[in-house]
């Protein structure tokens, strides 16, 4: 079976030629697909019946299945999507304002190992296809009603450690003929990778790039993630200048304020200080607890606190508002829940 979200309008030309179609059905099929948000090819309408029962048995277009859903007081929609195989990732709708931006997962579990996210608790199973990748836009569309506006690559996984298939479902999110979401706001995160990122540099996308920080020296980063043992901060920030240098885009650092561990006075003039060094904007998260792990949820005052005095410095500096606090918003969490 052929993903028609994993290959370019292209190629599925090609494959629709391949079963002795004409090119213009793969036109329509795709306009189905992207313009009308069908993903049944039972659906569409002005296809012959020969023509969909041929496409049942050569393509795919959804193949991930709602194995959970927890709706938060708030808004936003958590799924847990079990692929045939048996895996199971994390994706999410967060509704705000005028927007609905999801929030979608590039690996089934993580090797990243942070000690604070749940994601990585059972290790790395296995990337997503950038079709694994796409539809979980289309299945948090269906689950909303709501067209996604934006995109965030913050779910499960390190997406720079599946870079081929990030891209591309970058790509074909940001298509005039598919998914339509301006690069400007597609937002992809990273713990540091700074090889991939000076590859992401090189390429003609305008998306946004956020650096998951988390801590403002070396010493603390590596108690928080093991992956700040092979990247010091100075070597990915250097890369994230110049992201910045090629795409003139300031770079988001973000930082998950963990209570007692990085919430300091002095932890924010170090933080405040590594800002003053790269085009940025440093967005302060509330860390959501896990019941498996040790840390806790600062106060909003000490929060607060932190901001302003990033503030003080000439930082610019959003407070995260927390979502989805009811629907096992933490990253992972749903996914070990349901194991």
């Known amino acids: 079976m052929i993903h ?66 927890r709706d938060s007081g708030d808004g936003c929609v958590k799924l847990l999507v079990e692929y045939p195989d048996g895996e199971r ?17 590039t690996q089934a579990g993580c090797a990243m190992a942070c000690s604070f ?37 913050m779910g499960m996984g390190e997406p720079l450690a599946n870079l081929d298939a990030t891209i591309n479902a970058v790509r074909t999110l ?31 996308l305008p998306i946004t790039l956020a650096i998951s920080l988390h801590a403002p020296n070396d010493e603390l980063r590596r108690k928080l993630m093991p992956v700040a043992s092979r990247y010091p901060i100075a070597e990915i920030i250097s890369a994230a200048a110049e992201f910045f240098n090629s795409h003139k885009r300031e770079v988001t650092l973000e930082y998950t304020l963990i209570g007692g561990i990085n919430d300091s006075p002095q932890c924010a003039a170090q933080l405040a200080a590594i800002a003053a060094t ?9 860390y959501n607890p ?15 606190d932190f901001a302003e005095l990033l503030r003080r410095k000439h930082v610019n500096v959003t407070v995260r508002r927390s979502k989805g606090i009811d629907a096992d918003s933490a990253c992972g969490q749903l996914r070990r829940r349901n194991a």
Not at 278 to 286: A, E, F, G, K, M
Not at 290 to 304: A, G, Q, T
């Open 278 to 286: 790269l085009r940025c904007n440093v967005n302060l998260i509330r």
């Open 4 to 69: 028609i979200l994993d290959i370019t309008p292209e190629r599925f030309c090609e494959h629709i030629e391949r079963i002795g179609e004409k090119k213009f059905r793969a036109t329509q099929i795709l306009q189905w697909i992207w313009q009308k948000r069908v993903t049944d090819f039972a659906l569409m309408s002005d296809l012959s019946k020969k023509l969909r029962e041929n496409l049942f048995g050569e393509f795919d277009i959804i193949t991930g299945s709602i194995a959970a859903r």
């Open 174 to 204: 940001a298509d005039s003929r598919r998914g339509a979401i301006s690069a400007r706001k597609i937002t992809v995160s990273t713990s540091g990778l700074p090889k991939q990122i000076r590859q992401l540099a090189e390429l003609e």
């Open 290 to 304: 896990v019941s498996s792990l040790p840390y806790v949820r600062p106060d909003e005052r000490v929060v607060n």
């Open 89 to 105: 990732i994390e994706t999410v709708a967060i509704p705000a304002e005028e927007r609905l931006t999801a929030c979608v997962s």
């Open 117 to 153: 996210c749940a994601s990585g608790l059972d290790g790395l199973r296995r990337n997503l296809t950038s079709g694994e990748i796409v539809q979980q836009v289309l299945l948090l569309e269906q689950a909303t009603g709501q067209r996604v506006t934006n995109v965030v690559f």
